[in-house]
């Protein structure tokens, strides 16, 4: 298994936050441990990607910001677009 690189983590977890809000499910759906999960929402934050908001019951929850929707959709339209043109040099 090769290693990812940061985008590829950055990526994983901008996907996750757009269908999940609780630590633990963005990490088991970006395959991260607690501790690099957290590490890597703190960059996303302060970059202002994801931003935190507070359930009426005090939980913490993980948002995407317009910056980050933003991201994750050029994003993957460059990841979707290299795939497709690896694709067809492997086709040939």
């Given at each position: 298994?090769?290693?990812?690189?940061?985008?590829?983590?950055?990526?994983d977890i901008l996907k996750a936050v757009?269908?999940?809000?609780?630590?633990?499910?963005?990490?088991?759906?970006?395959?991260?441990?607690?501790k690099e999960t957290?590490?890597?929402l703190e960059i996303l934050i302060k970059k202002g990607f994801v931003k935190t908001v507070r359930t009426p019951k005090k939980e913490v929850q993980y948002t995407l910001t317009e910056k980050g929707?933003?991201?994750?959709?050029?994003?993957?339209?460059?990841?979707?677009?290299?795939?497709?043109?690896?694709q067809a040099l492997h086709a040939t």
């Open positions: 298994m090769r290693k990812r690189s940061k985008l590829e983590i950055y990526l757009s269908k999940k809000s609780q630590l633990t499910h963005i990490g088991n759906s970006a395959n991260l441990s607690w957290k590490k890597n929707l933003e991201a994750l959709e050029i994003i993957q339209k460059i990841v979707d677009m290299l795939s497709s043109k690896e």
